[in-house]
């Protein structure tokens, strides 16, 4: 049985014990999550790991096989191997520990949720006894006060009339304090009651949470002990087959599989010099090595001249050519490449001689023989060899292939290749164009199907998006706005996208804006997205005026969020879209003075409002705390980790002490989303493309209802790549062409309910090409908004001590494009 520390600690003045047990409870639900973070950080270490050394393994398996040392891969990439299953083994292990503690997880907010009910009365018991000692407090000093008073008028000598008034008051003052030491004697005796049953209740929750816990890094030890022994057993069995693997043995494998013979060369003797054959040898003859085409049409040489020809191929000579090289006057070899000493006579030596002084004998006819070749020596050949490697290998390291359409890796490539960035094909570029749009920052080409070189793979040019002429009405067109004489800008039929369909058709695929989100391409020069945008209340924050310890604290909060969107078509149940967005809170310079001065500042809660608009909430971890367990959909309440925030607003102010206020980045959300009735501006794009000729047209429309409170949108621009050639545009209205981009740019004034038609309308250009037709490209559009959200979240303080000096929001837009 432990001691009852929890009775015997939580009592004090201001009965506040309740109060920190019941948070402490809390927090075990923070030490859980914590620890199922901390184990599948573990586990994403030891799979990486696992994957390294098998990619490690595997490249010994690949390591030169040549040299008495060969064999000693085979031992690395085994031992590897099983270290690899080690790891991957532990990785095992720790993902099912991770499903018994979120399971544990689970049932301890159960657990809580009851504990919270069970101890509503003790919540009660708190209040009132602390109600009550306030009263009391007051009561006495009242008491106290009319006692005195009627004591000096006697003294004073004051009229019977004005003591007895006195008398009167300090009589009534005296029952009411007696009251209320009556009151709270009994809210003491069931404030004690209560507080001895819950602080035994909340003991019993901690010890039985660590002992839970202790349960699990337990077996999180286990298994990570399980693991370095069979690591260690691996390394021993390493060390064991090094030790067995004698230098001995290496040399005698080598010897075994690479050796050339064990006959060695035989002794040579002195000869007699051969006079007749000396002298014939001696006479000078012409040598038809290597001629085309020619045969000997004698049906005995047949035979031996198809053998001479197959000796010919297997040493590299072309079918056709023959080697006349018997007039070379080579010695007969045996198999092994020894001379072959002549059995001859001198007779036989004239009449069977193919170097017979015949003069009827065809000069122009060839003359064959034998041919052998020796085999290669043994001395030099392993030497010749290694060369040949080296150089093949120094010769591939510098060539430079061109880029495999299967998208594999070939076995031989060298390392250095594929470190340099290989050129795209068409259809590559076309695709990382639509996330490295930046229509804000003109220094930056975007990359279109003209960009590429001619090397590159040709695609077939993509369809446009077929147009069904009448099917809808356009939107009118301005009043203000000039007509184009006729054939100017007519390439494309009067077709309005249906920007609103019914919300039950319109379901929202994810999948390409996820792919979208991956890339890294996207310029940040001057992006408007809410990544790049400054933390909102550099313009204006909390007064940094000197803050007394007992003045309501100021704060501002500001919401920033960015929309990206994908229209593709006229289509508006194809449209993609995702929204996210940041929380910061500001604080005061003076407010740090307040915290440090004060060991137990009043702790920053507060409420976010409209979260059942929220897809996923991302509290900062390192300073807020919140209740999981809380039962409201829409509304999330969050409370401040008083001594990080301390800490953090503490270093902010030794790195910037001149700053008058500091940004925290509180919390990230994604909002969710209802498709195209979620843009703040819908688009549908149509392109016309001949050999000569491209008409573009955009349709946009302004969509108040996406926005929480309706609001213009600023800053407005378009960017269209246009290729082909462009020699000349015309647009409606007037757009900035750039002619080194190949880039059309509409720059516009504020977008709103009370722009012309309600904000809808359309952009039109006509371009003259040089080298059509043009490929339809995919367009950019940035904007932003000051003073509305399209989630509709906000903040509302809770407790006192603090107050909400500013609210701020806004959104941008982060990837917004269309496409036909």
Known sequence: MITPYFLENFWGEKNNGFDVLYHNMKHGQISTKELTDFIRERS???????????????????????????????????????????HMELVRKLQELIKEVQKYVEEQSKAHKKTKEEVASTLEAVQNIQSIFQALQKSKENYNAKIVEQERLRKEGATQRDVDKAGVKAKKATETYKSYV??????????????????????????????????????????VDETHIQIGEVHHEFVRNIENTSVESLIQKLAESKGTG?????????????????????????RKLLIPGRRKDKDTDSTESTEVEAANTANGAPPGYFADIQNANVPQVDEEGFCIRPEVNENDAKENSFYSSSDSEDEDEPRKFHVQIKPVQPNNGVHRNQANIDELKAS???????????????????????????????????????????????????????????????????????????ALVPPPRPSSRP??????????????????PPKASSPTPTAPLARAESSSSLSSNASLSAGNTPTVGTSRGPSPVTLGSQDALPIAVAFTESVNAYFKGADPTK???????DMTLSFPMGIIKVFTSNPSPAVLTFKLKNTSRLEQILPNQQLLYSDPSQSDSDSKDFWFNMQALTSYLRKASEQSPSASYYNVDILKY??????????????AVYWKCTPSTTDLRIDYRYNPESMDSPSPLTNVQILVPVDGGVTNM??????????????????????SEKSENDGAGSLRAKFELSNGPSHPSTLAVQFMNEGSTLSGVDMELQGAGYRLSLSKKRFATGRYMADC
């Open 575 to 581: 449209c993609i879209v995702k929204i996210t967005g």
């Open 262 to 286: 064990k006959e060695r060369p035989g002794p040579i003797e002195f000869e007699e010099c051969n006079v007749a054959i000396a002298a014939e040898g001696a006479k000078p003859r012409r």
């Open 44 to 86: 994403t270490i030891e799979e990486a790991y696992a994957r390294s050394m098998t990619k490690l393994a595997k490249s010994a398996g690949n390591f030169s096989q040549l040299g008495t040392f060969a064999p000693m891969w085979d031992v690395f990439k085994g031992s590897t191997e099983k270290l690899a299953s080690c």
């Open 670 to 683: 994604q909002v969710m989303s209802d498709g195209i009735h979620s843009t703040p501006l819908n688009l």
């Open 483 to 500: 007509k184009l004489p006729a054939g100017k800008l007519t390439g494309i039929n009067e077709i309005v996208r249906p920007f609103s």
């Open 730 to 751: 015309q647009s409606l209205p007037n757009s900035i062409w750039n002619s080194e981009q190949s880039k059309c740019l509409w720059r516009l004034t504020d977008i």
């Open 396 to 470: 591939i390291g510098n060539i430079i292939l061109s880029p495999s359409t299967s998208g594999q890796m070939r076995r031989n490539q060298s390392s250095d290749e594929l470190g340099k960035p290989r050129v795209p094909t068409s259809f590559e570029l076309t695709n990382n164009d639509l996330l490295s749009l930046d229509p804000l920052s003109p220094a930056q080409a975007v990359g279109s199907s003209s960009a590429v070189s001619s090397s590159a793979v040709s695609v077939p040019n993509r369809p446009t998006t077929p147009l069904a002429p009448g």
């Open 182 to 223: 009556e009151k709270y004697a009994t809210a003491k005796s069931e404030f004690e009651q209560k507080m001895t049953e819950t602080a035994q209740k909340f003991q019993d929750i901690e010890e039985n949470h660590i002992l839970h816990m202790k349960e699990i890094i337990q077996s999180y030890s286990l298994y």
